[in-house]
Nanobody, 122 residues
Framework: QVQPVESGGGLVQPGGSLRLSCAAS????????IGWFRHAPGKAREGVAC????????YYADSVKGRFTVSRDNVKNTVHLQMNSLKPEDTGNYYC???????????????WGQGTQVTVSL
């Protein structure tokens, strides 16, 4: 059982930055993909970024390329999403998920966090 927990959301003005964190408890054996997804009312759920914890490969949605960076730190089972140059369109509830592969598709992911709200507004 792997339960990811997100943190770091909040209210930020356009152009600002936030860093989200995803911490997973329990064994992560076989869970190689850590994905970040966002969902806003009236919009489809979107895969934002993901990382393969085996080789460090990262993938980003076109909408966030050059602005967001996903990475691992020295804490086991912890992933960060650095969000820079934030736009109002980035507003949404951000979820961290774990699954067998790193992909921007939500289908392979098995464990999902509770979400953390990100609001980009003046």
């Amino acid at each position: 059982q792997v339960q990811p927990v997100e943190s770091g959301g909040g209210l930020v003005q356009p152009g600002g930055s936030l860093r989200l964190s995803c911490a997973a408890s329990g064994s992560t054996l076989g869970y190689y993909g850590i994905g970040w997804f966002r969902h806003a009312p009236g919009k489809a759920r979107e895969g934002v970024a993901c990382i393969d914890i085996r080789d460090g490969d990262t993938y980003y949605a076109d909408s966030v390329k050059g602005r967001f960076t996903v990475s691992r730190d020295n804490v086991k089972n912890t992933v960060h999403l650095q969000m820079n140059s934030l736009k109002p369109e980035d507003t949404g509830n951000y979820y961290c998920a774990t699954g067998p592969v790193a992909t921007l598709s939500s289908y392979p992911y098995e464990w999902w966090g509770q979400g953390t709200q990100v609001t980009v507004s003046l």
